[in-house]
């Protein structure tokens, strides 16, 4: 050495050291080579080195070299250069510590934690060796007077193998990374078609090939009409218009057997022509992903793609199974026409189109379709139901699309002139034939146009159901059309029913008493107790607006068993004031009756107020006796055991059996107040009081009149033998203070 700084290398002894050329052993050309950076500020250093190692190969791959005269120059080459293996780095430079600095640099600034870094100084006094491997992250220190062509060789290997080690394991951590957040991807994808494209796409990355290929997927259980057929479910890249076609019609022959191959054997392929790969394999299907051909694939890259496959083939199966689960979330699987759900996605997209006042909704319904059920069994009623699917669709299908959605009620979605009420109800004139027997059907349908709609397809389902229950209410066989007058009724009945609850959590609701006479003597013999709403401010709900919603809701239950407490308490008072003979009257809505605690209310109440059950009278109407009459005169019977007496309230509006009133243990009828109206006017308007009377008379019941608003018409029913009245020409329904009054002024 002439001196410290500069660089000569000796003969070595140790030729074996270093690797044959490429001379002695296959091309290699084409190899990628290991970039290695040397920094020195003395170009012989550069020329010395680089012909020492010019024919050397480490790890079967030759070196290329980068120059860099200072650190400043090495940095700048760094900037845009940073996959260099190695940095061969003199100490003193431009400065005595640059070569130190710019190793802070590499590390904190440039990040490149990988490359390694051989130090090597000509004046180890700047850098000592133990300080400089203690303080700063490099791979070997040497000085230039100990750097033989072998041991420059030897650390050289040494740093590239280290690198080699560093960069497989980040890379492949990388990679992980990637396969990890690939699946979170891919799991938020919905469908299996969305789900198969995206693993494409991602399996083709991590492979190093282009975005192409495809995904087969062959059913083996027979349940499947494509079973032992593979199918292309998603498509890339040249490949992209195979998707949703048989395997068989890809073009491309290779790929066709490649898959074929690993839906048969199960076995994955890399190969220069592709990359196959089996997915997934259970007793229902299995699944192969073809990736058209892309980069050298090492061991590490296919561990990589077998653990992103398992995870594909997971995310598979699931979307498998959600496919499953949407089929039978929007089917209805007795007939295989859409549900419910179905039929409001399908009137949302509708109504969110142009020309959505076109189209119209029908709901057809099934008449006493139960009833048939019940009598014929299960499986004839899931029979006809599939009959009646399949002669809408024979009918109308090309047109209009056609939903279940309840046990005895379809829904029909298309243009106005397609679904006229007429046409679908001449589609049930001809029988229908299950197991050889010929069955009659008529339905019911309610109609709502689009156009008529404000609001989303819950909306018009809600509209088309009105309209439908509306029809209900009239002949069966019928139809009706839906209305906005209808939807603000509604919304009125709604308000109505919240305000009537309110109004019983702030006690707006009282009871009122009216009178009534017996017509021969004049004498008081009872009160009728009636349920009032008085609002906030001080308004008056008439009891035909809020009795029917609470019968409806099923508050009427609550509010009666208030009413008959509070109707028996009350005559239990007046009974103290000297009126205990009267007789209260309580309606009791058959939603009461129905109530399995209703007969313990009424004990308690009776028990309770301490009222003689003599003195209390339940009011039911004519049509609820008539309409469940077998449970009525049960149930009749248990309140008579009580002592507890009945009136039949509105007798005359209903359709009475004698057979039926016969066996109901009445004690009253009631004549309703729209055949008084006009008996002092209208000789046939007197017959049907005349008849109750004398009907009355015959079975042992007492008779009241209501609604007497004349003395003409107390006059005629005192002369046809009537026993009680009652109405505003006796007296007006009062509250108890005034009731008070009013009988003690009648008493004197």
Known sequence: MADDDELHFTDDDVQADVEPNASQGPDRTAIARWRVLIVDDDPDVHAATEFALRDVFVLDRPLQFFHANSAAEAHALLQHEDDIAVIVLDVVMEEDDAGLRLVRIVRDELKLHETRIILRTGQPGYAPEMQAIRDFDINDYKTKSELTRTKLFTSLTSAIRSYDQIHSINRNRRALDKVVRWTS??????????FAAGAIERLAALLGAPAAGLICVQYTSAQYSDSQRAVVIAALGRHAGYGGRSLAEVDDLSVRQAVQYCLQEKQNTYSAAGSVIFLLGHERCRVVAYIDPGDDIDADTRALADLFCTNIAVGLDNAFLFGRLHDHAYTDP????????????????RLGTQDSARYTLALIDIDHFAEANDALGHSFGDQLLRAVAQRLLTALGSRCQFSRISGDTFAALGMVEDLMPAHLLALFSDPFVIDGQEMMLTVTIGVAHLADIDGNGIDAVKGANIALRRAKTGNRGEYSFYTRDMAVDIRERVRLLQALRHAIERQRLFLVYQPQLELQSGRVCGIEALLRWRTEDGQLIPP??????????GMIVNIGDWVMRMACFQQAELAKHGFGQLRIGINVSVIQLRHPRFLVSLSTALADSGVNPSCVELEITESVAMEEADFI??????IKALGVGIALDDFGTGFSSLSYLQRLKVDRLKIDRAFINDICTDDRARRIPELVIQLGQTLGFAVIAEGVEVQEQADALKSMGCDEAQGYFYARPMEVPMLIEWLSARKT
């Open 544 to 553: 035909d607006r809020f009795i029917p919603i609470a019968e409806h809701s």
């Open 633 to 638: 005169s049960r149930m009749l019977d248990q």
């Open 334 to 349: 007795l007939t295989a026409l859409p549900n419910r759900l179905s039929l409001i996605e399908q009137l949302d997209k």
């Open 185 to 194: 991807e891919l799991m938020a994808l919905s469908g299996v078609e969305a």
